[in-house]
């Protein structure tokens, strides 16, 4: 039987997200904006309320968040900003390939200091040369006895420059191509970890993205997650996992521009009445509130399988297109809506849309996700 009600605990988890977006978030979001600092009273804030790291099982002292209610907390977060919200969502897609792939001593080592204080980790698989072709990596791991030796550079890093652990994505065998990239753990204060350029973005200038450079970087091999040559398979089974939250992300983030533009249409008068009353913004509203609702429910389907157990890629890059794109279509409505105003910093509708058009691009190009998508209705 389909049912779309959540569980009490849902339901306040949904709240206190939103609580915490309103209340904090939002009245902060235009300085992180503007500065583009990194916004650690607001991370510390969202630790200490339970809203970080929500995906850590219960044995590792989280409290072992299903998909459904991880993809809730999303959209609220990116209610509030999407780029304090990249930054604290970046922490479940370098948590999500231990959790997946470590062994229970690898967990016991890794995920408690997660829950004990509010620090930052990093997922490092896209480097300067390989973006969507991320097969064809460079970065190398030789094996020196108890040790891998680590050297290249990953581009493009969210949280790079601020976390305390990284997941790293190299190369035992460059020949191989993806049979030979290889998972590992590593903590920032390792000697030989360098971090490059701090970019400066159009949009989400709240979270930090750099550049990070390792030069014979020493890991011991009990840092490995799983053996040589599995790591393209935990790469791809996070980015499984991790899809339906973006597509929640985006969900947030369409939602705060309709509720912006639907109380300006309300309250903005021209030729005697609101513009609300004109056909032509009714039709873009109702749209708009299509769009949102449709990738909503894509989001609830692609983390419900997940949940289940059952196959998801197919429904996770769904999702993730869909939603990210009408994120992109609903933040440049709003804009619109909003005529010269939209344009000016005054309304937050300009943030919106510059920062919606990065989640048409991370954790895999929606070009990417349409490639994923023609396979497998091409292949069943």
Known sequence: M???RLTEEQEAVR???REFALNEMRPVA???DETESFPWPVIEKAHALGLMNSIIPEEYGGVGADKLTECLIAEELF???AGMGTAMMANDLFLTPIILAGTDEQKRRFLPPFVEKPIMGAFCLTEPEAGSDAAS???RAVRDGDEYILNGTKQFITNGSVASYYVVFAT????????GITAFVVPRDTPGIVIGKV?????????DTAQVVFENVRVPVENRLGEEGEGWRIAMRTLDASRPG???SAVGLAQAAFDDARRYALERHQFGQPIAQFQAIQFMLADMAIKIETARLAVWKAAWLWDQGHPSTLASAIAKAYATDIAMQVTTDAVQILGGYGYTREFMVEKYMRDAKLMQIYEGTNQIQRLVIARHILSS
Request: hydrophobic share 35%.
């Open 2 to 4: 389909v049912d779309f």
């Open 246 to 248: 973006i597509a929640a």
């Open 15 to 17: 709240r206190l997200a």
């Open 79 to 81: 209610y509030g900003c």
């Open 199 to 207: 970019e400066h973005k159009m949009g989400q200038r709240a979270s």
């Open 30 to 32: 235009r300085h992180y």
């Open 137 to 139: 990596l460079r970065t």
């Open 172 to 179: 035992v065998a460059p020949e191989r191509r993806h049979r």
